[in-house]
Nanobody, 127 residues
Framework: QAQLVESGGGLVQAGESLRLSCAAM????????MGWFREAPGNEREFVAA???????????ESVKDRFTISRDNTNNAKHMVYLQMNDLQPEDTAVYYC?????????????????WGRGTQVTVSA
């Protein structure tokens, strides 16, 4: 059964870094571009970053460009890893972060081929 499991969140101070991990557990994910989304209290879920299935193409939200870096490891076909290195974190980055496959034609939108999400991982940045 396909699963998405996010980890690596925590409480940090402004300016510090975190590295989030996503285990996309199923060979189904091997051909999908993968993305990170976040949801802050009172806000809708928003796009953060995405990476193509081969890892050569990336896309970032303007608010995180030059601070966040997305990467992936497809070595294990049953457990694809997607990472989000977050540097110079700011209080406005506080949110629950989720990974999910994205649309091939628009990396900023989650793929409709998967109707489930993981539990996410909480990132809290204090001023």
């Amino acid at each position: 059964q396909a699963q998405l499991v996010e980890s690596g969140g925590g409480l940090v101070q402004a300016g510090e870094s975190l590295r989030l991990s996503c285990a996309a557990m199923s060979a189904l994910f091997s051909s999908y571009a993968m993305g990170w989304f976040r949801e802050a209290p009172g806000n809708e879920r928003e796009f953060v970053a995405a990476i193509s299935w081969h890892g050569r193409t990336t896309r970032y939200a303007e608010s995180v460009k030059d601070r966040f870096t997305i990467s992936r490891d497809n070595t294990n076909n049953a457990k694809h890893m997607v990472y989000l290195q977050m540097n110079d974190l700011q209080p406005e980055d506080t949110a629950v972060y989720y990974c999910h496959p994205v649309r091939s034609g628009n990396y900023e939108e989650p793929s409709g081929d998967f109707d489930f999400w993981g539990r996410g991982t909480q990132v809290t940045v204090s001023a």
